[in-house]
């Protein structure tokens, strides 16, 4: 983790895609991944259309509950307030990833193996479920977070 983004990363995983399933949606494939450690796993929905994958591709995701930098709440402004660094806004965490949503954690499960916890989220319908170690992902009990993900 950064230490330039204070507490704000939640989540910080290195990723290689195991899995791509495109046979539902037109612009949307569902992608599994075991992380580098193999310690975690995760499904996410990814629009295909903005944001290409393939198998075998690493991927860089980061859980976060801010995008300032410094860590700082967005006091209530949403991420389109923030401004894009590039553009005369101030410089973001999503300056720094190629693929960025915000979403609400809504379901907390044990996992099967009782070591290991499960956590679901939901950005505007494009899902993303994470298991691992109970230390990886408590600090996830929070309502509201960013996605951020780059190879």
């Given at each position: ?8 990363q939640?989540f910080d995983?290195?990723f ?7 046979s539902?949606?037109d612009?949307v494939?569902r992608?599994?991944?075991t992380?580098?450690?193999s310690?975690?796993i ?24 801010s995008?300032a ?7 209530g402004?949403?991420?389109?307030d923030l401004?894009?660094g590039?553009?005369?806004g101030?410089?973001?965490l999503a ?11 809504y379901?907390?499960?044990?996992g ?32 509201y977070?960013y ?5």
């Amino acid at each position: 983790m950064a230490s330039s983004s204070g507490d704000s990363q939640l989540f910080d995983e290195h990723f290689t895609i195991t899995s791509l399933d495109q046979s539902k949606y037109d612009r949307v494939s569902r992608i599994g991944g075991t992380s580098h450690d193999s310690q975690s796993i995760m499904t996410l929905d990814v629009n295909t259309e903005l944001y290409p994958c393939a198998v075998g591709e690493p991927l860089h995701m980061v859980l976060a509950s801010s995008l300032a930098l410094d860590g700082s709440k967005d006091d209530g402004r949403g991420w389109r307030d923030l401004g894009r660094g590039g553009q005369g806004g101030e410089a973001t965490l999503a300056d720094m990833f190629d693929y960025v949503c915000h979403g609400k954690i809504y379901k907390f499960e044990d996992g099967e193996d009782g070591q290991s916890i499960k956590c679901f989220v939901s950005f505007g319908g494009l899902l993303l479920a994470l298991e691992g170690p109970y230390k990886k992902l408590t600090p996830l009990r929070v309502d509201y977070v960013y996605l951020l993900v780059k190879k």
